[in-house]
Structure formats: C-alpha cells, structure tokens
C-alpha cells in the first residue's frame, strides 16, 4: 500500500521545469543637442538635427544631410530569421528607405518591412511586398519565401501565383491557392487560427 502511494503522489506531484531567463533589453541612451535632449537607441546627430529608435531593434543612419531612424514591426522583432539580415537604410537621388533587404532601381529605393518580403523589378518599376503578419506568426523563421511574377507590364508577389498575358494574380499566404480557368482568376487564402502567446523577445543583434 505504502509503495502504491508513493507512486501516487510521484504521479501528482507538480514537474519542475527550466525557465529560460528573461533577456532585458539594453538602456536608452540620450543625446544633448540643439538645446534639447533626444533618448532612444542608436541615437546618431547631424549639425542640425538628432534622432534615436525607439526600440534596441532599430536603426539610425545618416544619409542626404538628415538622420533616418527606423524601427521593426513586432512581428519581425518575435520572429528573427535564422539569416543574418538586418534593417538597413538607403538611398536614391535624395529619397531613402529603410527596413529589410532594401533595393536601388532606376533612381528608385525600397525595403520590405520584414526579413521574410521580397522585392522585384518590372517595366522600370521597384515593388516591394511582405506577407501578412498572420503568416510570419504561424511559421517563424521558417516562413516561406514569396516570390514576384510578372505578365507584361503587370506583376504581384505572394504564393501560387499565376499569369496571363497581361494580369498576374497570387495568393497572400502559403497554404493559399490560385487557380486560372477560361483565363479567370480565382484566389483563396484560408483564415489563421493560430493565436500567439509571446514572452520576452529575443535580444537585438546590434
């Protein structure tokens, strides 16, 4: 009786598990200048102005006389890639763009909002597109890659895409579909049920 007790109460008795440390995010810092105090992260100043992120995950750079400072969408800072791609920021006959994989064409410059978007070129036109953030939610660092098709002067990015001669149509997530019948288009993308519970993210790698 003693023994099937104890193996009752082994039963019950709550498991011990390994919490993983909360990683704290580095202090602000703060720059005088002007008269005025600016306090963020990678705080960078010019002669005439100053700017800092407003998280440890941004970026700050200076570029055609001005700083540019940008920060991550969440979704990006919950779910880093295993690449080694970071925000960047450029420019192009005085425009800049920051984000992700960032591209110069035709005096053009765009970024995608996210490490896991795609940026393409057709008819001398820069596009950049990102899947939706249910997506990056669902996958992770395993998020599949979209790619860009074009027909003519048309083109869209996303999943399944498909053509005619002169309209492109894709779907916006990976388990979506499309389908061309009788030269029409028919493109679905089921809803997300997956709901996130997140922790602390992980630490920048600044």
């Given at each position: 009786?003693?023994?099937?007790?104890?193996?009752?109460?082994?039963?019950?008795?709550?498991?011990?598990?390994?919490?993983?440390?909360?990683?704290?995010?580095?202090?602000?810092?703060?720059?005088?200048?002007?008269?005025?105090?600016?306090?963020?992260?990678?705080?960078?100043?010019?002669?005439?102005?100053?700017?800092?992120?407003?998280?440890?995950?941004?970026?700050?750079?200076?570029?055609?006389?001005?700083?540019?400072?940008?920060?991550?969408?969440?979704?990006?800072?919950?779910?880093?890639?295993?690449?080694?791609?970071?925000p960047e920021?450029?420019?192009?006959?005085?425009?800049?763009?920051?984000?992700?994989?960032?591209?110069?064409?035709?005096?053009?410059?765009?970024?995608?909002?996210?490490?896991?978007?795609?940026?393409?070129?057709?008819?001398?036109?820069?596009t950049c597109?990102?899947?939706?953030?249910?997506?990056?939610?669902?996958?992770?660092?395993?998020?599949?890659?979209?790619?860009?098709?074009?027909?003519s002067e048309?083109?869209?990015?996303?999943?399944?895409?498909?053509?005619?001669?002169?309209?492109?149509?894709?779907?916006?997530?990976?388990?979506?579909?499309?389908?061309?019948?009788?030269?029409?288009?028919?493109?679905?993308?089921?809803?997300?049920?997956?709901?996130?519970?997140?922790?602390?993210?992980?630490?920048?790698?600044?």
């Open positions: 009786m003693l023994s099937l007790l104890s193996a009752l109460w082994l039963a019950t008795a709550p498991v011990a598990t390994s919490e993983q440390p909360v990683v704290r995010p580095p202090p602000p810092q703060c720059v005088f200048s002007q008269g005025r105090s600016v306090c963020g992260y990678q705080c960078k100043t010019t002669g005439t102005q100053t700017a800092c992120a407003r998280t440890p995950y941004g970026i700050c750079e200076v570029l055609v006389g001005g700083v540019h400072c940008w920060d991550p969408p969440l979704v990006a800072i919950q779910h880093p890639p295993t690449t080694s791609a970071k920021c450029k420019e192009s006959r005085g425009q800049v763009a920051c984000g992700y994989n960032c591209r110069q064409f035709n005096g053009e410059v765009a970024c995608n909002r996210t490490p896991y978007g795609v940026c393409s070129t057709n008819f001398n036109k820069l597109w990102d899947p939706p953030d249910a997506v990056i939610h669902q996958y992770g660092a395993e998020t599949p890659a979209p790619r860009c098709l074009n027909a048309d083109m869209a990015c996303g999943y399944d895409c498909k053509a005619t001669r002169t309209e492109v149509q894709c779907a916006n997530t990976p388990d979506g579909v499309c389908r061309l019948d009788n030269q029409r288009f028919t493109c679905f993308d089921p809803p997300s049920l997956l709901h996130c519970d997140h922790s602390a993210p992980p630490p920048p790698r600044h």
